[in-house]
């Protein structure tokens, strides 16, 4: 699809103290379709930029006004002023305030239709929790404050998607998470989303099993009997396009993959370690089953990295892109 004014985009800097400030300042300086307005602090980024000797200009703006199409080098910021200085490298849990109210914000601004995509740089979970703030990750954050059926992550590459029925919980935890309504409420999110956002047409899903070999025929877990293929076997009667229980060691192999337009794995470290070893820079985490559109990098703060100009900013073009594609933008106008 395609819109008659160009895509607003909204791009959150982060944890101030990590890569996010390098990233997003970095990925400004390219040209992009759409109008993107990044929400930060324009003191912190100024900085950043001066250490990454990049020619950019940082201007002001209010939140109310209309953004104007995207000129490399020229980054719009929404002021959120941190509440100390901050180092490269070294977080401050006085400042984790100030990156809620950056992520708050964006949620609020697409919720309001002042902007039709948020793409946020990464935050640090701990650093967020030790000021004071229950944060278990941006997913569930942002779903928390905009509602919608269920949050459901999804790490895009070029030519691989998994989405996830569970995100972060310990694994000793996952078996009992992984019910049979709570697997159907999920499936029905990926098939509606991966749907709409792709252009696709009864979308065809694989299901991974819990279990090593999907279960081995009850051998080795019955998670797969008793949870899994009821689940699938209730929405395939729905007309829904399911694959599965496919055992997640031989799921992910090129003839699999060929006859597939999602995976979905049934915890984080099952799925994601192959999206991410398979296309690293280009993947983008996108939130499935909100009412806006999300994209984010596929990589954490980088702590180590912050300042250093060695990170880089491939994951969050992708997902600035891809949030432009997603929202009725043009994403192939830039470069």
Known sequence: MTRSAPSRIIVTVGEPAG??????????????????????????????????GLDVEIRAVDPASSPAPHRAGLI???????????????????????VVRGIDTAVDLCLDGRADAMVTAPVHKAVIN??????????????????????????????????LATTHLPLAEV????????????LKIV????????????????????????????HMGTEEIDTIVPAMRSLESGGMRLVGPLPADTAFTPSALGR?????????????????????????NVTLGLPLIRTSVDHGTALDLAGSGRGSASSLIAAIRLAMEFSGGNPSRGT
Not at 130 to 140: L, N, R, S, V, Y
Not at 175 to 186: G, K, N, Q, Y
């Open 19 to 52: 890569i996010g400030p390098d990233v997003v300042l970095t990925a400004l300086t390219k040209p992009h379709a759409g109008a993107i307005t990044v929400l930060g602090d324009s003191k912190v980024l100024r900085q950043r930029a001066a250490m990454l």
């Open 76 to 98: 719009p910021v929404v002021d959120i002023p941190v509440s100390r200085a901050v180092r490269a490298g070294r977080p401050d849990p006085e400042n984790a305030r100030a």
């Open 130 to 163: 030790d000021a004071g703030i229950p944060f278990q990750g941006h997913t569930e954050w942002i779903a928390e404050r905009a509602g919608g059926d269920m949050p459901v992550m999804m790490l895009a590459g070029p030519g691989l998607r998994v989405c």
């Open 175 to 186: 078996p009992m998470a992984i019910t049979r309504d709570h697997l159907t409420r999920v």
């Open 191 to 218: 098939d509606r989303d991966i749907g709409r956002l792709y252009g696709l047409d009864r979308p065809v899903i694989g299901v991974l099993g819990l279990n090593p070999h999907a279960g081995e025929g009850g």
């Open 260 to 284: 597939l337009d999602a995976v979905l794995a049934m915890y984080h470290d099952q799925g994601l370690p192959v999206v991410k070893y398979r296309d690293f820079g280009e993947v983008v």
